[in-house]
């Protein structure tokens, strides 16, 4: 029973094995290609014949021609890109670096000129006094006066507010300090001290 299963599945090509017959040189040849991968044989055949399935390669002649034209198309495609690139670095090159480089050379140009020519001598200002600055002891006799009626007003009203402070202690809460005054007064008060 088993016999007849292992038959089945090499006439269906889905296990086992089969020989194939070829050249000497050829089956050696083979060997020392399939040993770089690393894999059997049969895989290594395997992936041979679907690389040339997949992409369409006769390995007769037909197939290296269909692989030269595409390096030949990816070969003119890179060289339109690299066109295209030289063509964007002359158009930098002309449109900002080369007038940034012009625009340096007259400056540098100016500026060695400017070095020949004698320079004039600086003009001298006079020293400025400075004695204005010190601290001195005395105020005019009108504002000592002023600063004094302002003071004294200012005084006045400060003990006009504390005579008519009063505290409060309330059942509940904190004690607070009440200003005993009338509105208008108050408002007068406040025009005062601004």
């Known amino acids: 029973m088993e016999k007849q299963k292992i038959n089945d ?4 090509g889905t296990g086992g094995y089969s020989n194939i017959t ?3 040189e050829t089956a050696i040849r083979f060997r020392s290609y399939s040993k770089k991968f690393g ?11 679907h690389y040339f399935k997949e992409n ?8 290296t021609k269909i692989i030269l034209e595409s390096l030949k198309k990816l070969e003119r495609q890179m060289m339109k890109k690299f066109d295209r ?3 964007i ?9 080369r007038p940034t480089y012009e625009m340096m050379l007259i400056l540098y140009e100016a500026y060695v000129k400017d070095e020949r020519k004698p320079k004039p001598e600086p003009i001298k200002i006079q020293e400025e006094r400075m004695d204005f600055l010190e601290l ?5 006799k009108t504002k000592h006066d002023r600063m004094l009626k302002g003071f004294e007003n200012y005084k006045k009203h400060s003990n006009e507010i504390l005579h008519n402070v009063e505290k409060v202690e309330p059942m509940m809460g904190k004690p607070y300090i009440k200003i005993n005054m009338g509105i208008g007064k108050f408002e007068s ?4 001290i601004r």
Do not use: C, W, Y
Request: overall charge positive; glycine content about 8%; cysteine-free.
């Open 9 to 12: 599945r090499t006439k269906n």
């Open 22 to 24: 070829v050249k000497k």
């Open 39 to 49: 894999k059997s044989h049969s895989e290594v055949l395997g992936g041979m014949v």
């Open 56 to 63: 369409n390669l006769d390995p007769f002649g037909e197939g």
């Open 85 to 87: 690139l030289i063509a």
């Open 89 to 97: 670095i002359k158009n930098m090159e002309k449109t900002s670096i």
């Open 136 to 140: 001195r002891n005395t105020v005019p």
């Open 189 to 192: 008060l406040k025009h005062q």
